[in-house]
């Protein structure tokens, strides 16, 4: 089955850069989607379509692609944005499209 | 505004089943796919299945094929997700999503989850 593969943690301190990565064989044919999730709540889509910003998200976060990789970016990290972060696309292989996500990574602001 | 609400926490025997409902408000219920994802404790997101609430065709993670069913009720603007033969691995906080699709430049559609419900934990213990 198809799989997307994240860093399981990111450190950063306050005011800095962090990146978090996904791979995935398709992510090249595929959009890619980012969500943002604190303990005890449901995710929050903060990017789709590999790169485009929901309203209301703040402008730090940002996302590219490059071949199998797609990165999200939070610039200028604040300790609000400490969370868990999941990727996710799709796996087209069987007769329907499936969900797919990344195992996770958690942001730790230090 | 648009929210989707969860039925309460549960706790079930192992071999029982589970029945979760997600009311849909402030949007068209039949415009848009919904989605189940789930959560085990400490552990990463899992997509369960889709279905239409317009004319309720669904399709099922691999994984779930044979244990899960999906039904709505265009009257109460409610989908359900029904998982049987519950064992201590299905332990978890379940969710619905709301779909949201995005097409590419060659007509391509992929799909997203712009609104979620405040989840519900299924608890599976003997």
């Known amino acids: 089955s198809y799989e997307l593969t994240q860093p399981p943690s990111v450190s950063v301190s306050p005011g800095q850069t962090a990146r978090i990565t996904c791979s995935g064989d398709?992510?090249?044919?595929?959009?890619a989607y980012w969500y943002q999730q604190k303990p005890g709540q449901a995710p929050v889509l903060v990017i789709y379509?590999?790169?485009e910003r929901p309203s209301g998200i703040p402008e730090r976060f940002s996302g590219s692609s490059s071949g199998t990789t797609v990165t999200l970016t939070i610039s200028g990290v604040q300790a609000e944005d400490e969370a868990d972060y999941y990727c996710?696309?799709?796996?087209?292989?069987?007769?329907?499209?499936?969900?797919?996500f990344g195992g996770g990574t958690k942001l730790t602001v230090l | 505004q648009v929210q989707l609400v969860q039925s309460g926490a549960e706790v079930k025997k192992p071999g029982a089943s589970v029945k979760v409902s997600c009311k849909a408000s402030?949007?068209?219920?039949?415009?848009?796919?919904m989605h189940w994802v789930r959560q085990a404790p400490g552990q990463g997101l899992e997509w369960m299945g889709i279905?239409?609430?317009?004319?309720?065709?669904?399709s099922y993670a691999q994984k779930f094929q044979g244990r899960v069913t999906m039904t709505r009720d265009t009257s109460t603007s409610t989908v359900y997700m029904e998982l049987s033969s519950l064992r201590s691995e299905d332990t978890a906080v379940y969710y619905c999503?709301?779909?949201?699709?995005?097409?590419?430049?060659?007509?391509?559609?992929?799909?997203?989850?712009?609104?979620w419900g405040q989840g519900t934990m299924v608890t599976v213990s003997s």
């Open positions: 999503a709301r779909d949201v699709r995005y097409y590419d430049s060659s007509g391509y559609s992929s799909f997203a989850f712009d609104i």
């Open positions: 402030g949007y068209t219920f039949t415009s848009y796919y």
């Open positions: 279905i239409n609430p317009s004319g309720g065709s669904t």
């Open positions: 398709a992510l090249p044919k595929q959009y």
């Open positions: 379509k590999d790169s």
């Open positions: 996710q696309s799709a796996d087209s292989s069987g007769t329907y499209p499936e969900g797919v």
